[in-house]
């Protein structure tokens, strides 16, 4: 019995001073460390992708891409034509955007993106979805109740404006081009994208401000 | 349910916690190099999502990324040579060489082997 308590002790004590990780951490853990063993991922390629989609990928690539569409009739041209091609010029090309398509709005269509099955998103040119894209309630609300979701972010949709929902899949994932603002006239793509928001390319977000 | 952004509001981060990040990156990594499929990935996902769901999981992020996690583990035993038994043994060790490195030092995976 003595024996028993003094290993429960012990054992307890290795637990306290250990700063043993959460189990999802260690399954993380274990993954990549066996994955790493057999050559299926490299640990220097993990650490750069997080620190790229930490730090660096962002939806800022998406709003130039959308400054250019609005200042370049050529370009906008080709991404409705190509997105996957067109986005090339900028070296955003990645493994979610072989496929891109851009949605275009109008005074009398509003487009709107979401995945059903997962979060499907073209995370090289918007970055990480945020976190109510891959909520169940958004991939389930999205496409049954399109504009009562889009009153709760703030848009109210006037009854003759209609709604596109794309439903995204792990081949074709898409970007919403949002109408340019009045009041923003000879302005320069960069001062543009500053005032293009993530969710007006997902489409959760409609009028922009010429404002910046 | 939904908010607009606010603008002034600051910058969520990207993850939550480290782990998260290396669940998307490990995956992305295997799509990208071959190991399995985009459609794959996004279906065994899908099916991960589902089960939570009527498990009654809450809704959120957490959730979401164990799914995702969940999903990881199953692609890599079924696509790969690894089995479940591999993935457990594994962890055993990582939870061994934990407990048994003091404070301060890295954690190095061969003190969890006996």
Redesign the interface.
Known sequence: MTSFDTEKAADLH??L??????D????????????VE?G??ASE??DA??EA??EQI?PKRGARVVARAWRDPDFRARLLDNAGDAIKEFGFEG??TGHLVAVENTDDTHNMVV?T????YPFSIL??SP??Y?????RARAVREPRK?LA????DLPEDVAVRVWDS???VRYIVIPQRPEGADGWDEERLAAIV???AMIG??RILKAEG | MFRPDDPLAPRDSVFDEAWQAQVLAMADTMVRGGVFTATAWAETLGAELRRAEALGQPDTTQTYYEAALGALEALTTGTTDLTETDLSTRKAEWTRAYERTPHGQPVILDRGRD
Do not use: Q
């Open positions: 290795r637990h001073h250990s700063h043993l990780p959460s999802p951490a260690l399954r993380v853990k274990t993954l990549e460390s066996l994955a057999k299926l991922v390629t993990i992708w997080v989609y930490s962002g493994s979610a995945c099955l997962c979060s499907c970055g990480m976190a109510w891959k909520s169940s309630e958004y979701v709760e972010f703030g848009v899949t792990a081949e928001t993530r969710n959760t977000d």
